[in-house]
């Protein structure tokens, strides 16, 4: 049985043209969970049948004490979407669509395209932001100087303890970052919904802090960070809602002054957003930059 609830997911189940967030986790055939924004004690626990090809899904969602009970059948439509119908105890009845939250569908929808159109105005490949890369360390040595206490927001996907946190849409000259409420792990599922664009185009991944490991470590600190808050603009005027401020570099480093920067942030471009191409001159070597994409001693 495959998963289709997995623990990290929102769902939205959808009845009487009303919307519902659920969190939902499976555990073999049987799932339960219970609404996200509603502070009830609804439950929701089901069943899922494979059968010929067909994957059908039934449950139940009961509200303790008061006699509210609610039965829905379903069929899989496709991976991200159930359909069916449902009966309650409150006489009401009609079909249903539950599926996996839409908005982060269409995130990744426009960060895809966000990148395609990045990559069209430029042929020339650039990567801005490579705190580990250009052959520092290879990802499987990464351990040995990993700092338990912070973790870098400007990450890949196959380093340890890697997760997706951000979701990059806005255009191709002002890019702006979507904070997920809670970060999804890097599987080859969520990086696969990039294509035909890089994952690093398209998300935002979060992973420990490499330090010495890394080339844009230099005297305790985050080089980047530090350059990132002294070349670009800010892009916002309030805090970003971002799910690892508690355990990010930027943020210990350089407080506010990293998060109204951070929105802006694209691990790998293919040309530079306006804001960047203003901000970081006199900062950043950007002709260099933008000619070798893996020259990344320039920034
Ligand atoms: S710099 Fe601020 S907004 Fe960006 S990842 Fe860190 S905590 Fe989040």
Request: some cysteine; hydrophobic content about 35%; glycine content about 6%.
């Amino acid at each position: 049985m495959s998963i289709i609830f997995h623990p990290e997911d929102t769902w939205v189940i959808t009845r009487l043209s009303k919307a519902y967030r659920l969190r939902l986790t499976q555990t073999g055939t049987e799932w339960s969970g219970q609404y996200i924004d509603t502070n009830n004690s609804t439950h929701f626990s089901g069943t899922i049948v494979n059968g010929r090809g067909i994957t059908l899904i039934h449950f139940l969602q009961t509200t303790p004490n008061n006699g509210y009970y609610a039965v829905h059948a379903g069929k899989l439509v496709h991976s991200d979407a159930i359909k069916g119908h449902w009966y309650d105890t409150a006489g009401h009845a009609g079909a249903f669509t539950l599926e996996r939250d839409p908005n982060l569908a269409q995130s990744i929808d426009n960060a895809r395209e966000r990148a395609i159109a990045n990559r069209i105005s430029s042929p020339d490949p650039i990567n801005l932001f490579p705190p580990t890369t250009a052959g520092v360390i290879p990802a499987n040595d990464a351990n040995r100087n990993v700092h338990p206490a912070f973790d870098c927001p400007s990450s890949m996907p196959d380093l340890p303890n890697s997760q997706i946190f951000g979701v990059v849409e806005g255009s191709v000259s002002y890019p702006a970052v979507t904070y997920l409420e809670r970060s999804l792990p890097s599987t080859p599922d969520w990086i696969a919904t990039a294509e035909p664009a890089e994952p690093t185009e398209v998300f935002r991944f979060v992973s420990s802090c490499l330090e010495i490991g890394c080339r844009q470590f230099g005297n305790g600190r985050c080089q980047l960070a530090q350059r990132i808050v002294q070349g670009f603009p800010p892009v916002t005027q309030a805090l970003p809602t971002c799910a690892i401020r508690q355990s990010c570099r930027w943020w210990h480093q350089e407080r506010e002054a990293a998060c109204l920067r951070c929105p802006q942030i694209v691990r790998t471009n293919y040309a530079l957003p306006t804001p960047i191409r203003r901000g970081g001159e006199g900062i950043f070597d950007l002709s260099t930059t933008v000619r070798h994409s893996d020259d990344h001693t320039t920034l």
